[in-house]
């Protein structure tokens, strides 16, 4: 096993003042069909950011287990997690058009209703939108590693972060990280066990739970011999 690495000085910047953006908007190409699904379909299965609370049962029209995924990427696992899992809602949040428009055709196409979608800043709907012991669960699939040393600061699981999502989860609820980048699964890991509230649900590393979809990026990697590491820790009773 590798050596956990020390963990930095908490950071003690108030979230509600400042963060930093853990991603870059870049201008991807949009395809018509992603820009048509992102013109009709957001109406519906979307939710507008808004600097106030809002109920997660009423915008899903029903009380069923709610788990927050940040970061959905193109949304192929989104769908198919949320395909899979009909007892439970999932509220998936993704700053790049091109990825929310194709989540959006994956929606209409396998006529998914228990996903919707905020196009905003995570740190800022955690923040301002989403009530203490709201949420079952939390997915973090495979987020930006910012391999370069100087962009680490970017990494989006940080402790400031990672407390301020602990206090949205309901006792016993779980922070799912997936990355296939060892140095940010070692960094990863240190923040998750050094927060109080939560505890691992493995020694360390944690076997890739059936939920979780192999993307084709990760099988390709694994046939290369690639690593991949996954996380689970549960909210302290």
């Keep these: 096993m590798n050596r956990m690495p020390d963990i930095p000085k908490p950071d003690t910047t108030d979230l509600s003042k400042r963060h930093i953006r853990s991603y870059v908007l870049r201008q ?16 519906r299965f979307g939710i507008s950011y808004a600097a106030q609370p809002f109920e997660l049962a009423q915008a899903f029209g029903r009380d069923a287990p709610k788990i927050l995924e940040i970061g959905f990427g193109m949304g192929d696992s ?18 790049h ?20 979608i905020i196009r905003h800043d995570a740190v800022e709907v955690l923040r301002d939108m989403l009530g203490d012991a709201t949420l079952d669960g939390v997915h973090i699939f495979f987020p930006d590693p910012w391999h370069k040393a100087r962009h680490n600061k970017r990494r989006l699981i940080q402790a400031p972060f990672i407390a301020q999502l602990a206090q949205k989860l ?26 109080p509230l939560l505890e691992n649900t493995a020694a360390d590393y944690a076997p890739r739970p059936a939920y979780r979809p192999l993307t084709k990026f ?20």
């Excluded at 989104?78 to 700053?95: F, K, M, Q, R, W």
């Excluded at 055709?105 to 996903?115: F, H, M, S, T, W």
């Excluded at 990760?218 to 009773?237: Q, S």
Aim: with cysteine.
């Design 28 to 43: 991807g190409r949009v395809s018509p069909a992603q820009q048509r699904a992102c013109d009709t379909l957001l109406p």
């Design 78 to 95: 989104t769908a198919a997690i949320a395909l899979a899992h009909p007892e439970n809602d999932y509220l998936a949040l993704e700053v």
């Design 97 to 116: 058009t091109p990825g929310v428009g194709n989540l959006l055709k994956l929606i209409d196409a396998q006529k998914i209703g228990n996903v919707r």
């Design 170 to 195: 309901k006792h016993g609820g779980y922070i799912h990280v997936a990355t296939d980048w060892q140095d940010y699964a070692e960094q990863v890991l240190a923040v998750l066990s050094a927060e």
């Design 218 to 237: 990760e099988k390709r990697g694994i046939n290369l011999g690639h690593g991949v590491w996954d996380m689970v820790f549960k909210k302290r009773p």
